[in-house]
């Protein structure tokens, strides 16, 4: 329960007076999109990373899960069975149980995915975005020093590489497609496979699989990245909703 880790874990923020940590400032719009994507529904399939000091791991208590809990419904009794019968299949040992450790504040330190952690409590105009609880999947490095941590984040914030542009909203288009990104991608696209004057000049990594071969198919040099025009669009606000008077909404067609 993200609410429930908030009330042990510590950031271990770079400006925080006397000490030297870290960890990048919040950002509250962000805190906001992410509370948005999880009311709709939406996974964070990401782990949120913690670290815990050596003397807080020796008081960390492990508790086998039995096969049957006493006041378990036939529900939870069937994904536990599942669950351990997964289990059994994997090559790499996993034991199922409870980790019991001090609750007190600095328990334990968010190495990644503060934003993702404090996303759960963001609040517009001073009310909760979320309504309703969630859970997070967390990984704990147990017996850790704080220098091993801020490595940790470095490894994690520096040498991941990202994802090509071109085919981020190569994807948003089609995995994503009523979003303002997702609208712009689906236009760049449709622009390139159309009667326009953009017709197979726009590069996306997936153009090829909507194309048939063509003697004067422009090379991918020549062509305008997905990336830019679709960012073109957004900042021309093309996207945006507009409120159209009824007596003119007639002749207006998708």
């Not at 090509?164 to 991608?185: C, I, M, N, Q």
Request: proline letters at 7%; hydrophobic letters at 35%; one cysteine or more.
């Amino acid at each position: 329960d993200p609410r429930k880790l908030l009330k042990v874990a510590a950031v271990a923020r770079r400006h925080r007076p006397g000490e030297t940590f870290y960890q990048r400032w919040l950002d509250h719009t962000r805190l906001e999109k992410i509370g948005e994507h999880l009311e709709k529904g939406n996974p964070l399939p990401s782990n949120i990373v913690v670290g815990m000091t050596s003397d807080i791991a020796k008081q960390t208590k492990f508790e086998p899960t039995k096969s049957e809990y006493e006041d378990a419904d036939a529900e939870q009794k069937k994904l536990l069975k599942e669950l351990q019968r997964e289990v059994v299949k994997s090559k790499v040992p996993i034991h199922l149980g409870t980790l019991t450790f001090p609750r007190k504040y600095r328990s334990c330190w968010i190495i990644d995915g503060q934003h993702r952690l404090y996303g759960v409590i963001a609040s517009d105009q001073g009310k909760p975005i979320l309504k309703n609880p969630i859970k997070l999947p967390v990984v704990v490095f147990a017996g850790i020093k704080y220098d091993t941590m801020a490595g940790m984040f470095l490894d994690i914030n520096v040498e991941q590489k990202a994802i090509p542009p071109d085919l981020k909203f190569d994807l948003w288009g089609d995995y994503r497609p009523e979003t303002d990104v997702g609208v712009a991608s689906r236009i760049c696209k449709e622009l390139n496979t159309g009667g326009s004057v953009l017709h197979w000049r726009v590069f996306y990594p997936s153009y090829k699989l909507h194309e048939e071969e063509n003697p004067n198919d422009l090379p991918k040099v020549k062509r305008i990245p997905i990336s830019a025009l679709t960012d073109a669009i957004i900042h021309s606000r093309l996207t945006n909703d507009i409120l159209v008077p009824k007596d003119k909404a007639n002749g207006i067609s998708e």
